[in-house]
């Protein structure tokens, strides 16, 4: 009698009923009609929860008359640099961290205490050092995202199937070639979380360096909101950041579950 094949085991989350996106959207309803409830019993005050038909009235008066999503390019912008910037300092940290035992334990411990440092207390110094504009943002953004990014590539590389990796040595494979025929595709996975987490959080650093160091992007808009008690638009704005964030997660989801590599590689797991 044959054995079945384990291939055919692929775990659930690879099957297509689990990409439909109705139980987000059965949420979302749920959230939306619980809001409209408390919205229009009158228990909770506008001025401090508008209702959902009025931030999407006053998002669509946004986009299309005052120049919200020239603020949204902006911080767009300055996200995706940011994150790029800690993509290229994250990844050959990670690499390092894991192939030097001495190199780890000696930055590892400061890498970790990077994250106690507040944004809003580095936002002053980046100012200082660099001064206003796009770039000191930018760095805001990368020094928030490295770290997520680190981590995940880190925990990636120490999970890499070290039966794989000793036959590539013994075929000599070794340095570069162990880099990029091996570890860079094998991680790839790692690296896709990492830029799915560090793209969302860098738009967060961007709206918080926009509100502390100035800018002409959504921070500066959520800013002049809050001054002028603008709970509608501090809403609408809100619920802009995270339409972006939310379309940037399943664009680079989605770039993960359709690659070869990545593919591939569940499905050596799986086997």
Same mark, same amino acid.
């Given at each position: 009698?044959? =054995? ?5 085991? /692929? ?8 990409? =439909? ?24 005050p506008?001025v ?9 009235? =006053?998002l669509?008066l ?18 995706i640099? &940011?994150c790029?910037?800690?993509a290229?300092?994250a ?9 030097? &035992? ?28 660099? &001064? ?57 996975p790692?690296i896709?979380?990492g ?15 926009e ?7 959504l &921070? ?19 619920a ?8 940037i997660?399943?664009?680079?989801h989605t770039?993960e579950?359709r690659? =070869?590599?990545?593919?591939?590689m569940?499905? /050596?797991?799986?086997?």
């Amino acid at each position: 009698m044959s =054995r079945p094949r384990r291939g055919g085991l /692929r775990p659930s989350r690879d099957a297509p009923q689990s990409r =439909r996106p109705w139980p987000a959207l059965a949420l979302g309803a749920l959230i939306l009609a619980a809001w409209h409830a408390a919205s229009a019993s009158g228990a909770i005050p506008a001025v401090f929860l508008p209702g959902p038909a009025a931030v999407a009235g =006053r998002l669509w008066l946004s986009l299309t008359q005052a120049r919200l999503l020239d603020y949204a390019w902006v911080t767009l912008q300055e996200a995706i640099l &940011g994150c790029l910037l800690a993509a290229a300092i994250a990844l050959p940290l990670a690499w390092g961290l894991h192939h030097w &035992g001495l190199f780890s334990r000696a930055v590892l411990p400061y890498v970790a205490a990077s994250q106690a440092v507040p944004a809003i207390a580095v936002a002053p110094l980046l100012v200082l050092w660099v &001064g206003y504009g796009t770039w000191p943002v930018v760095i805001l953004c990368a020094f928030m995202v490295f770290f997520p990014i680190t981590v995940t590539v880190l925990l990636g590389l120490r999970g890499l199937d070290t039966d794989i990796v000793d036959a590539a040595r013994l075929d000599g494979a070794h340095g570069w070639s162990m880099l990029v025929h091996m570890e860079l595709p094998m991680v790839l996975p790692a690296i896709l979380a990492g830029l799915r987490t560090g793209f969302t959080l860098s738009i967060t650093g961007a709206v918080v360096g926009e509100m502390t160091m100035g800018g002409t992007g959504l &921070g500066m808009a959520l800013a002049s909101q809050r001054d002028a008690v603008d709970t509608t638009g501090l809403f609408a704005t809100i619920a802009l950041l995270c339409a972006m964030a939310t379309t940037i997660h399943w664009g680079l989801h989605t770039l993960e579950r359709r690659s =070869r590599t990545v593919e591939a590689m569940r499905g /050596r797991r799986a086997t």
